[in-house]
């Protein structure tokens, strides 16, 4: 009898324990996998479009992708074209030399936003530096900034050019934290266990 309570209790604990920490993948955000051009790249001939892949597929009406050049300046380009995972912005104008920052921001299946930058840099030895004007007004060709933040609900300006990662959420520690407690309870209970088999 004593010994079908022990076991009926650790079975309850350790289905506790399942619940209380969930499958990995279910939490998954979405995240950079690869961009065109590269993170931190020199380029000796200017880009014509920008290119970035992701872990999860993307919604065309939750994703943005910006190009800012080194005064601030966003540089006219076409709404993001989507292809699956795949988000490309269209440059419009010939890029000059000089650092420009790629900024994103996009939705994860579970409705989470995810944004952050990269910079890369153009210096081809026959094209004139970048015009070092004050941050000229976006062009209404370049207006796609707005789209994610307003149906997130949530702040839709671009991350910074200091920012390097993707602004991503793990595990909620709460959760972690009571799967441990009860992975400690059920092996508790099974020392004890073992301990009276022994004694008797």
């Known amino acids: 009898m004593r010994t ?3 076991s009926a209790l650790l079975a309850a604990l350790f289905t506790a324990a399942l619940l209380l920490v969930p499958a ?10 690869e961009a065109t051009p590269a993170r931190d790249a020199r380029l000796t001939t200017a880009p014509t479009q920008v290119t970035l892949r992701f872990l999860q597929r993307l919604n065309p009406a939750f994703t943005t992708i910006t190009l800012r050049d080194a005064t601030d300046r966003q540089v006219p380009a ?11 912005v269209t440059i419009e104008e010939p890029l000059g030399n000089g650092t420009y920052t790629v900024a994103y921001r996009v939705v994860s299946r579970d409705g989470h936003p995810v944004q952050g930058s990269y910079r890369f840099t153009v210096a081809d030895p026959a094209a004139p530096p970048a015009a070092a004007t004050s941050p ?3 062009s209404p060709a370049a207006s796609a900034d707005v789209s994610a933040g307003a149906a997130a609900g949530a702040d839709a300006s671009p991350a910074s050019a200091d920012a390097s990662a993707d602004a991503d959420d793990g595990l909620p520690v709460g959760l972690l934290a009571g799967g441990a407690v009860a992975a400690v309870a059920a092996a508790g209970v099974t020392a004890l266990l073992l301990r009276r088999r022994r004694a008797s």
């Open 136 to 138: 000229a007004a976006p």
């Open 24 to 33: 990995t993948p279910a939490a998954a955000h979405n995240s950079l996998q």
């Open 4 to 6: 079908r309570t022990v």
């Open 78 to 88: 076409s709404a993001p074209a989507v292809d699956g995972a795949t988000g490309t």
